[in-house]
């Protein structure tokens, strides 16, 4: 069923497309945060688009799987299968445990079974006289497991050796995680795919979602408060759409209304104020001041903030880098492609401006 809410990337998804296309690059890694739109626009933007392009697609969520290395192995083998046994080209979704058919649950089904490696599998996919596209969805996940080695280098083996017929983008909400897979020249990933940060969506976004609450509901929106809004909540396409949803729902409400709602709900939820009771004061006052949009902790200035926060006489640089390092290892903060710290968790960072400051 189409999603009234949901906003295309076409442009930006045929751009991508192309590039793979036309052999420009072989391989993307997009960083997003997650909640940000990155699963959707795998699954709404890229695949149709891919298949109409004749490719075959392969979809698969790291982040969902209880076993993530053995079910991709094993799904992937499914889609090497499948593109087998017919003419035009085919979408294979997996790492979703549960699909929906005409409106029932139907669970996937998997099964144990001896199997070629990762790189012989991708070699029976190139052997198509399709090429294939495959989407893997929070890729990070792999270098957090223990014993992954071998996988993670079969899978960069069969990706390179057959990489003018199978094309790959990698996304992940980890940039530390997908750094630590990508960019260490000890990894077998190192420099394999050409990174870029997944775009944030603009004005656009807020108008188009602007003109499906006139068009249910008959009343027009103030399109430039609309905006504002989505910018207060650092360009989280989640909360934009729960708000639009609960005014299409009860037209009474103004956007005001609905906004205090949700940013009051986001307030009080536990993980957000949890996360931040984790934190060393030192760390709370880093990550405050990254949320106000200051990407420069270790200079002078700064150092003498936190000095002056904490009731210290001096704040080390020392001391600084051992807070950043901390909280990159719980993954609460990162660094994006510019090198600029970033709060990994968009929602957490909304949380931090609307309740701390």
Known sequence: MKDPLFFHRTDYAAKLINSLKDGITHAFTLFAPRRMGKTQFLLQDIAPLAEERGFNVFYFSFMDSTNPAAEFQTALYQFAQSIQTGN??????????????????????????????????ISRIANDNRPSLL??????????????????????????????????????????GLRAMFNDNKAPFFHFAHALDFPLLGK?????????????????????????????????????????????????ISLEQAAESRIEEL??????AGQWQQMKPLEQAIIQDIAQGNTSPY???????????????????????GAIRRMKRQEWISTDTAGKLTINNPLFKTWIIENIG
Not at 93 to 119: C, D, F, N, Y
Not at 143 to 170: E, M, Y
Not at 304 to 318: C, D, F, N, R
């Open 204 to 252: 656009a976004f807020t108008d188009f979602l602007a003109d499906v609450y006139q068009d249910r509901t008959g009343n027009g929106l103030d399109k430039a408060a609309l905006y504002r809004l989505f910018e207060r909540l650092n360009h989280t396409p989640m909360y934009m759409r729960a708000i639009i949803q609960d005014m299409i729902l009860d037209p009474e």
């Open 267 to 272: 307030g009080a939820q536990y993980s957000e």
């Open 88 to 121: 035009k080209a085919k979408t294979f979704l997996s790492g979703i445990s549960k699909i929906e058919v005409l409106g029932v649950g139907v669970e996937r089904e998997t099964h144990k079974q001896a199997m070629p490696s990762i790189s012989e599998i």
């Open 135 to 176: 989407l893997l969805d929070e890729v990070q996940e792999l270098a957090r497991l223990n014993d992954t080695g071998d996988l993670i280098r079969s899978l960069r083996t069969g990706l390179d050796i057959n990489q003018a017929k199978v094309k790959t983008i990698f996304t992940g909400s980890s940039t530390n």
């Open 299 to 321: 200079s002078q200035e700064s150092r003498q903030k936190y000095a002056a926060l904490l009731g210290v006489e001096t704040i080390t640089s020392s001391s600084i880098q």
